[in-house]
């Protein structure tokens, strides 16, 4: 017997809809589905699914290590599911009751390229809910700076291009043929029907060979590139003036030996209010600042967005500009022909995309990870999400939109953790803008306190999924930490060489062993309307369960059942989506989804202003200025050529694999058998290195094996890596990254920017 069972792959963020056809009961292929909004197709990862599912390789019994850490054999013994929490809850409760429930860290994987998308909010509620502020996700490397470091500017998240109207994609280090498919189906259409396309990237990768700009940048210069492009909209006019003057806080006067915002505590007099100022052009004249005027609707004509003046204050005269000027001031550093230097984008090619930007009409864009991964991630976000702020097109049709989604509970539980509590969390101290507000931490912060104690020691950590040895720089403090760690449970489908350190591992069953929810696919209003119940296509393999199983039976033995509705995980979903009026039996029954009627409203701060203080879109960030960041973007000159480490090392996805997955599926291997490092021909041949020969990558920290790909689109001291890599002993790319010169606002690693040099294998 056949079924046809309509779902969605959880494999990565795209979320493609899609069929599963078992036969016998048994997985026998996955195929797309057309009519889901995300289901135009399937990647090749989708499509191995049942070997993913099948696998010799998989875990399918909890197992116990009878072996020191120091072994290389873990020495693994199978053992029930009863004697794997028994062991659990007694290390997990020692430790609370002895160090306090902070020396318990917790670890979730990435919900934007692995299956663990249906269990992430429970994961995380359960630290919470456990007491323990410390949760291991590598946001800050992944989605931080699209999702979260906005709001310094925008109050939201970057939003999502509304692609069917877009008129010009920017496109900023982000390939959405190997990282969100559906986002590739929907700008291919948008290409089809006449938009234009800009690409940022050093790689002339997946759409980058069908923009109408592809802007070749330096890798780490993007922050300076956008100024530039700023620059050239700023000294052009070629920016929606009346949008800045009315929806941003430019006009508000900045004192230029301070750099902090003028405000009425500043004058002589006795004012009723605290408010910022600005200057009236009209009358010539100091005048206070209302966002709330109007609510936020009028139209502040008169506000001056350049200049410089001399304000007598109860300091005596200070020179102030507007924080319009300051930052205009900023970008003009940035000149074309002062650009190119930086950046390697020739002059004109900086001044055609400027122009195509103001040219086109509606402009939406995306970036991710490629900018995410630098040592001044949060500053070069903030100056791509200003330079889109003069295009004048947030949350308007054709821009990035904040399309309506489904209503549903936030059951995150971060309400659980008292405010001292959340005050222990790991690096929040020292970066208290960055991802520590969400109780979130990075390894390094981890490891640290695991071997040096601080500021306090961890003891134990419960991870489900990732593999921080090879996602993570430094695998061997990485080790080092495991190792000294008195209690690691890890949760996974597949050993790997993180989980190798674990005392015990819990088999998890993959997304088509188990049902998942999905309320909004995000590519368009249509995709964010449906809420889709994914059932589980087969029984779980072995003794496999899923995460959600593992989360809420183990909160229950913990004694925490009642922050999991006492183990009904139906009853847990039909919370979360009760503000929709649906419930799990509707959901049950239509596998396909319910899609609700939500309709797009545009300009929404028209109505309500930016969720930002200000209550506007921020130009000038005052949460940046008080915690001692540039309240505009500013950046560091580049560091000086090196002779040693010559070329740029920078990293890319391939479609077939995610992070350091997939490589035991054997139709994904056959594609991609071993690591492969791209590099110019120019470059190889100075170094006498044939294509597909094995080369040798080396950094400061470390060196990797690989072999050569010839890639004429790179710069010739630029050289492309994978990562995520171990088999074979080819190397970890993670060991030639720096642990500790990161981001200083968000901890942002620099996995694409690094000085290196190429070698052939054994010369």
Same mark, same amino acid.
């Given at each position: 017997?056949?079924?046809?069972?309509?779902?969605?792959?959880?494999?990565?963020?795209?979320?493609?809809?899609?069929?599963?056809?078992?036969?016998?009961?048994?997985? @026998?292929?996955?195929?797309?589905?057309?009519?889901?909004?995300?289901?135009?197709?399937?990647?090749?990862?989708?499509?191995?699914?049942?070997?993913?599912?099948?696998?010799?390789?998989?875990?399918?019994?909890?197992?116990?290590?009878?072996?020191?850490?120091?072994?290389?054999?873990? =020495?693994?013994?199978?053992?029930?599911?009863?004697?794997?929490?028994?062991?659990?809850?007694?290390?997990?409760?020692?430790?609370?009751?002895?160090?306090?429930?902070?020396?318990?860290?917790?670890?979730?994987?990435?919900?934007?390229?692995?299956?663990?998308?249906?269990?992430?909010?429970?994961?995380?509620?359960?630290?919470?809910?456990?007491?323990?502020?410390?949760?291991?996700?590598?946001? @800050?490397?992944?989605?931080? %700076?699209?999702?979260?470091?906005?709001?310094?500017?925008?109050?939201?998240?970057?939003?999502?291009?509304?692609?069917?109207?877009?008129?010009?994609?920017?496109?900023?280090?982000?390939?959405?043929?190997?990282?969100?498919?559906?986002?590739?189906?929907?700008?291919?259409?948008?290409?089809?029907?006449?938009?234009?396309?800009?690409?940022?990237?050093?790689?002339?990768?997946?759409?980058?060979?069908?923009?109408?700009?592809?802007?070749?940048?330096?890798?780490?210069?993007? =922050?300076?590139?956008?100024?530039?492009?700023?620059?050239?909209?700023?000294?052009?006019g070629w920016f929606d003036e009346q949008f800045i003057r009315n929806w941003s806080n430019a006009p508000l006067l900045v004192c230029e030996d301070t750099e902090a915002l003028l405000t009425t505590d500043d004058l002589e007099g006795d004012y009723a209010v605290h408010a910022y100022l600005a200057w009236d052009a009209a009358q010539q004249k100091i005048v206070i600042y209302d966002p709330q005027i109007g609510q936020y609707q009028a139209e502040q004509r008169d506000l001056a967005l350049f200049g410089r003046f001399e304000i007598e204050t109860d300091r005596g005269v200070v020179s102030c500009k507007t924080a319009f000027q300051l930052y205009a001031d900023e970008c003009s550093q940035y000149t074309p022909?002062?650009?190119?230097?930086?950046?390697?984008?020739?002059?004109?090619?900086?001044?055609?995309?400027?122009?195509?930007?103001?040219?086109?009409?509606?402009?939406?864009?995306?970036?991710?990870? =490629?900018?995410?991964?630098?040592?001044?991630?949060?500053?070069?976000?903030?100056?791509?999400?200003?330079?889109?702020?003069?295009?004048?097109?947030?949350?308007?049709?054709?821009?990035?939109?904040?399309?309506?989604?489904?209503?549903?509970?936030?059951?995150?539980?971060?309400?659980?953790?008292?405010?001292?509590?959340?005050?222990?969390?790991?690096?929040?101290?020292?970066?208290?803008?960055?991802?520590?507000?969400?109780?979130?931490?990075?390894?390094?912060?981890?490891?640290?306190?695991?071997?040096?104690?601080?500021?306090?020691?961890?003891?134990?950590?419960?991870?489900? =999924?990732?593999?921080?040895?090879?996602?993570?720089?430094?695998? /061997?403090?990485?080790?080092?930490?495991?190792?000294?760690?008195?209690?690691?449970? %890890?949760?996974?489908?597949?050993?790997?060489?993180?989980?190798?350190?674990? /005392?015990?591992?819990?088999?998890?069953?993959?997304?088509? @062993?188990?049902?998942?929810?999905?309320?909004?696919?995000?590519?368009?209003?249509?995709?964010?309307?449906?809420?889709?119940?994914?059932?589980?296509?087969?029984?779980?393999?072995?003794?496999?369960?899923? /995460?959600?199983?593992?989360?809420?039976?183990?909160?229950?033995?913990?004694?925490?059942?009642?922050?999991?509705?006492?183990?009904?995980?139906?009853?847990?979903?039909?919370?979360?989506?009760?503000?929709?009026?649906?419930?799990?039996?509707?959901?049950?029954?239509?596998?396909?989804?319910?899609?609700?009627?939500?309709?797009?409203?545009?300009?929404?701060?028209?109505?309500?202003?930016?969720?930002?203080?200000?209550?506007?879109?921020?130009?000038f960030s005052e949460r940046f200025r008080s915690s001692g960041y540039a309240p505009v973007p500013r950046f560091d000159n580049q560091a000086p050529d090196n002779r040693d480490y010559p070329l740029r090392l920078i990293s890319a996805k391939w479609v077939g694999y995610c992070h350091s997955q997939h490589r035991q599926i054997s139709s994904l291997r056959r594609r991609m058998p071993e690591p492969l490092v791209e590099i110019s021909p120019q470059t190889a041949a100075a170094r006498d290195i044939k294509d597909n020969e094995w080369i040798v990558v080396e950094t400061s920290r470390g060196a990797i094996q690989a072999r050569a790909k010839f890639n004429k689109s790179l710069a010739d001291d630029v050289v492309?890596?994978?990562?995520?890599?171990?088999?074979?002993?080819?190397?970890?790319?993670?060991?030639?990254?720096?642990?500790?010169?990161?981001?200083?606002?968000?901890?942002?690693?620099?996995?694409?920017?690094?000085?290196?040099?190429?070698?052939?294998?054994?010369?």
């Open positions: 017997m056949e079924e046809r069972i309509p779902g969605y792959c959880a494999l990565c963020i795209s979320r493609c809809g899609c069929i599963s056809v078992v036969k016998d009961g048994v997985l @026998e292929s996955v195929e797309p589905l057309p009519e889901h909004p995300t289901g135009k197709s399937l990647c090749i990862k989708g499509k191995a699914a049942p070997e993913l599912v099948y696998s010799q390789e998989r875990i399918l019994t909890p197992l116990k290590r009878t072996n020191p850490k120091e072994s290389i054999n873990p =020495g693994w013994q199978a053992i029930s599911w009863d004697e794997a929490f028994d062991i659990i809850v007694e290390k997990l409760q020692q430790t609370a009751k002895t160090l306090g429930s902070e020396a318990v860290a917790f670890g979730v994987t990435t919900p934007s390229g692995t299956g663990i998308s249906d269990s992430f909010v429970w994961i995380n509620r359960l630290a919470h809910a456990f007491g323990s502020p410390n949760t291991v996700f590598a946001t @800050e490397n992944c989605n931080w %700076h699209k999702d979260f470091a906005p709001n310094y500017t925008f109050g939201n998240s970057i939003g999502m291009p509304e692609y069917e109207k877009s008129d010009c994609i920017l496109l900023w280090g982000f390939n959405p043929a190997t990282s969100w498919l559906a986002q590739a189906e929907s700008i291919a259409r948008a290409l089809k029907r006449g938009a234009k396309l800009i690409v940022v990237d050093p790689r002339q990768a997946g759409l980058a060979q069908r923009a109408d700009e592809w802007l070749r940048v330096r890798p780490a210069t993007d =922050g300076l590139l956008a100024m530039a492009l700023a620059h050239q909209l700023i000294s052009n022909n002062r650009a190119e230097e930086l950046t390697d984008i020739p002059a004109q090619q900086i001044k055609d995309t400027a122009r195509l930007l103001h040219e086109s009409g509606a402009v939406s864009y995306f970036t991710w990870t =490629g900018t995410a991964q630098q040592s001044q991630a949060t500053q070069t976000g903030r100056a791509i999400s200003l330079l889109y702020a003069l295009t004048g097109y947030i949350d308007a049709p054709g821009g990035n939109v904040y399309f309506t989604k489904p209503p549903v509970a936030n059951l995150f539980g971060l309400e659980l953790l008292t405010e001292a509590q959340r005050a222990k969390t790991l690096g929040l101290q020292e970066r208290p803008l960055g991802p520590g507000m969400m109780g979130w931490v990075t390894s390094y912060d981890l490891y640290k306190s695991v071997v040096d104690g601080v500021p306090y020691r961890t003891k134990a950590w419960v991870s489900f =999924g990732g593999n921080s040895l090879l996602t993570k720089p430094n695998a /061997d403090d990485a080790g080092e930490a495991l190792k000294q760690l008195d209690f690691y449970v %890890h949760a996974d489908m597949f050993l790997n060489p993180t989980a190798n350190y674990a /005392d015990i591992v819990l088999p998890v069953a993959s997304p088509w @062993e188990r049902p998942g929810l999905y309320p909004g696919f995000q590519i368009s209003q249509q995709a964010e309307s449906l809420v889709q119940l994914r059932s589980a296509v087969i029984p779980p393999l072995g003794e496999s369960r899923s /995460d959600s199983w593992i989360v809420f039976e183990l909160a229950k033995r913990l004694g925490l059942g009642q922050h999991f509705f006492d183990g009904d995980m139906d009853a847990a979903l039909q919370q979360m989506i009760k503000p929709t009026g649906l419930t799990i039996d509707e959901l049950k029954s239509k596998p396909e989804g319910v899609s609700l009627p939500l309709k797009t409203s545009y300009r929404k701060y028209q109505q309500q202003g930016f969720a930002t203080p200000s209550k506007k879109l921020e130009i492309c890596s994978q990562y995520g890599w171990w088999q074979d002993g080819c190397g970890n790319y993670s060991n030639l990254i720096s642990e500790s010169d990161f981001d200083p606002i968000s901890s942002s690693n620099r996995l694409r920017d690094c000085r290196c040099n190429v070698v052939r294998l054994n010369k």
